[in-house]
Nanobody, 125 residues
């Protein structure tokens, strides 16, 4: 599956931003999807994930209550709504896909086997 992330930009603290990840390829709707981010000088970290059906989601503690992951399987799109952004959210955000049926949501990079190119999110104070 090919993934194309978009929606990043420069915003101020407290603002909102919506990232989108468009998946293309065979049976792309049958993938668990996730968002990761990597800040300068830091390891890439899990942000949020969602199962194939969209019935289950998982969030990193640092974004819980502020970020919402959702998917539209008819459009092969996964979104990440980010509210109450802070400078600590500044990072390159990557979407990822797990190309196997699963009822769980992985939080490690190695669990996913397809990655998008990343989109920069910069939050100014």
């Amino acid at each position: 599956v090919q993934l194309q992330a978009s929606g990043g930009g420069l915003v101020q603290a407290g603002d909102s931003l919506r990232l989108s990840c468009k998946a293309s390829g065979r049976t792309s709707r049958n993938y668990a999807m996730g968002w990761f981010r990597q800040a300068p000088g830091k390891e890439r970290e899990f942000v949020a994930g969602i199962t194939q059906s969209g019935g289950s989601t998982s969030y990193a503690n640092s974004v819980k209550g502020r970020f919402t992951i959702s998917r539209d399987n008819a459009k092969n799109t996964v979104n990440l709504q980010m509210n109450s952004l802070s400078p600590e959210d500044t990072a390159v955000y990557y979407c990822a896909a797990k190309s196997a049926f699963t009822t769980v949501i992985g939080t490690s990079q190695g669990w996913y086997n397809s990655w998008g190119q990343g989109t920069q999110v910069t939050v100014s104070s």
